[in-house]
């Protein structure tokens, strides 16, 4: 078993920041994946970044060149800086660990947070 508590969600206004922090514990070494997905009212929920055991880093392109995602292994941490939030990046934003290699589907991640609200306004 793995769990997961996120925590750094908020309101920020259109071009700003946030980080958002996700702490991991139990069996942390059978993680094959750390992803970030997001779901906004009345969508699917969708993939935001992974990080996977090999260091690589994916990103949706809706985010990429303004998420980073970032792995503390030590204190098994995984973040998602945010930087030039756009107003439709609103959204619940979940944490989630898996052990399959298809990271960009949820059905891939076996453990997920409970989310953490991101608001973004004009």
């Known amino acids: 078993q793995v769990q997961l508590v996120e925590s750094g969600g908020g309101l920020v206004q259109a071009g700003g920041s946030l980080r958002l922090s996700c702490a991991a514990s139990?069996?942390?070494?059978?993680?094959?994946?750390m992803g970030w997905f997001r779901q906004a009212p009345g969508k699917e929920r969708e993939f935001v970044a992974a990080s996977l055991w090999t260091s690589s880093t994916y990103y949706a392109d809706s985010v990429k060149g303004r998420f980073t995602i970032s792995r503390d292994n030590a204190k098994n941490m995984v973040y998602l800086q945010m930087n030039s939030l756009k107003l439709e990046d609103a959204a619940v934003y979940y944490c989630?660990?898996?052990?399959?290699?298809?990271?960009?589907?949820?059905?891939?991640?076996?453990?997920w947070g409970q989310g953490t609200q991101v608001a973004v306004s004009s």
């Open positions: 989630a660990a898996g052990s399959d290699g298809a990271f960009r589907s949820p059905g891939a991640y076996n453990y």
């Open positions: 139990g069996r942390t070494r059978s993680i094959y994946a």
